[in-house]
């Protein structure tokens, strides 16, 4: 994934990749980790900048 805060949307298997955690975890904890995400109809979508944020807040 590329820094600076884009606006991408990435799929939960994307986010998972990302996070070296399963996609089920990320469909599971998003609203715990304070992530919002974005529907694509009935599909989850988050920004590639609120999981910039996420780390920065809880991993940085």
Same mark, same amino acid.
């Given at each position: ?28 904890? *998003? ?22 944020? *996420? ?6």
């Amino acid at each position: 994934m590329t820094r600076g805060g884009s606006n991408q949307l990435l799929t939960p298997e994307e986010v998972a990749k990302w996070l070296k955690v399963s996609a089920s975890t990320v469909r599971n904890r *998003y609203q715990a980790w304070g992530l919002k995400p974005q529907r694509v109809g009935r599909l989850l979508r988050f920004r590639e900048r609120d999981i910039e944020a *996420y780390l920065d807040r809880n991993h940085g």
